[in-house]
């Protein structure tokens, strides 16, 4: 039997195996706080029962998301305090557990294929990979669209996903839309925590003093210089779990845009439909409430910029809870409502809503 994290997006450690007993610790690397994404994948374990035992705080409601090809993943759907049980089938030669349902650059080169949307090179990264962008439209209003800033953070690239398929299917004239889905393109790859990297993550690289550490960020910058950006919208999962991480909320980033937020943010509640994972505008998180107190993130520095409409994070829970469970059909619908909403935004209300003092 191989326990081991050599895979696209691994990252475990095994302390010990003790008989059907199992171990493991995820690796923080270069996080500087505690935090919880892990992702491994055993083989030759057919026909064995084993107890997979981690540190506080690692598991989901459900317990591992699950797969055979780390495209389609489901909820085990069985969970102990800080351990889960799984019994291998004759057949099951290679199993992936991870804390949440991975999305990798490989399923979304697959939407471009099918969607006939060309990948260009942002960049390359820090270690040398090509980090993918897409563009589509043109026109004199700019939208620039990112995820995984937080490289563990895959529930936003399903949003994101469903929000590129609505617009590529239905698009807002006279508008063009950038999109950089993988920021931390190394750290997606690499199975890396990504959140508060030392000395710091890519969603604190947007300080408008002084210049970023990051070729992906530097290059988004360059772009909204360039092209500007009407409307940012960077996607996010939020903490583990556990009250508002529970759901898809806007992080509210300003008291002078605030009507523009609460315009958005109610426009996208009526945007939704039963089959998306639901979103309520009341859950939205107020500004300089708790961790909200703004800073050198994507959305604080896309908001200044003058041509600014309005920018922010949605964020998206790793797990859901009962009546609103994550997974990879209701995440991508949920970006088609989003989506709508941006639309519906662009029509009724862009332009109107004067700042507040
Ligand atoms: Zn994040």
Redesign the pocket.
Known sequence: MKIHKEFIGGNITVVRIDGKDVYLENELRDTTVDWFYWAFCVEGAEGKTLTFHFQNNRLGYWGPAISHDLMEWRWLNQVGDNEFTYTFQKDEKKVYFAHNMLYFPDRFAKFCKTNDLKIEELCKSRKGRSIPCVKIGNGARSIILTSR??AC?AT?NYVLEGVLKELIQNPIQGTKIFCVPFVDYDGVVDGDQG?SRYPHDH?RDYDLETPPIYPATAKIQEYAKKNGCRYGFDF???WHKGGVNDKAFIVQNSFQKLDRLNAFGEILEKCMNEKAFQYSHVNDYPFKTNWNQGGTQFANYMKKREENELAF?L?TAYFGENGNVVNQENLPELGKCFALAIKTYTEEKEGKIPLKN
Do not use: A, F
């Open positions: 800033h937080h953070e936003g959140k969603n996010h999962s939020p994070t964020e």
